[in-house]
Every structure is written in C-alpha cells, then in structure tokens.
C-alpha cells in the first residue's frame, strides 16, 4: 500500500490497479465512480484517451455517498461529448452499503471491465482512522482501476 500512494501520491501521474488474474479486455466497458471532486475530474481527463475508445462509458454518483460539491455526472456527461465521448449518467443509492461497495457492486452488474476513480478526496490520515472509498476500492475491487490524485 506504501508504494501504491507513493505512486499516487507523488507521480503526478494515473496508477493502474490491476487485479491478480488478467481480463481479456479492458477499456470497453468502462464505469466512472463520480464524486464531483478535483480528484476525479482530474482521473477522468487522464483517462479520456481510453474512454474514447470504449463502446460504453457509465458516469456513476452515490446519492448519500462519499461526495463533494462540483459539476454533476449529468455536466460530466455534456463535457464528455463535447470530447466525442458519449456517456450515460447512472444514480444510485447506499441501500445501507458504504460508498465503495456500492461502486464495486454496480461496476460487477454493468459488466465494467475498467472503473476511473479519483483516489484520496479525503484525507490519508482520515481514511486510515474511518476508512473511506479509495481504501475500499483498492482492498477489494476485482476489476483493473485507474486511479490518480
């Protein structure tokens, strides 16, 4: 975990997560896990190459989940055409779920084979003592993430 956020960190650069056993694609089916933060419209701008290419691209929000105030996922959608991406915005709620297992669930459901996720919108130190999204995400998600901060 050390090197991850190191990575994340101090590259100034997106970070591949991928899981232990390889898909045979990745990029197609693409979920953004939207919480209207700085750290995730800067994920997304690093992954806009890949998003261009992917046949479905889903902008997920968590009503009642780990967000801040920002452009919604239906103004993320409008920028994202504007890029010749075409996105759907899709909002869900907790249904008693913390932020991460709710993003994890919906990406399993929509068949995603890649989740663009900002990493660390709240604090390191505040993760470590209440846990948080990116913490989940990165303990448990079976599907490759990029990640940047």
């Not at 939207?34 to 929000?61: D, G, Y």
């Not at 919108?121 to 079976?142: C, D, E, K, P």
């Amino acid at each position: 975990m050390a090197t991850l956020e190191a990575a994340l960190f101090e590259s100034g650069r997106p970070v591949l997560i991928a899981p232990p056993s390889p898909r045979p694609d990745m990029g197609k089916n693409v979920l953004i896990a939207w919480n209207c933060s700085t750290e995730q419209a800067r994920t997304t701008a690093f992954a806009m190459p890949i998003l261009k290419r992917a046949s479905r691209v889903v902008v997920l929000t968590v009503e009642g989940g780990a967000a801040v105030p920002g452009p919604t996922a239906q103004q993320l959608c409008r920028y994202l055409l504007l890029n010749g991406v075409a996105a759907k915005p899709l909002t869900v709620g907790l249904n008693g779920r913390l932020t991460g297992e709710a993003v994890l669930a919906h990406a399993n459901a929509l068949g995603c084979d890649l989740l663009i996720k900002g990493a660390y919108t709240q604090s390191r130190l505040r993760q470590l003592v209440f846990g948080g999204t990116t913490r989940y995400i990165l303990g448990n998600a079976t599907l490759p993430v990029l990640m940047a901060h």
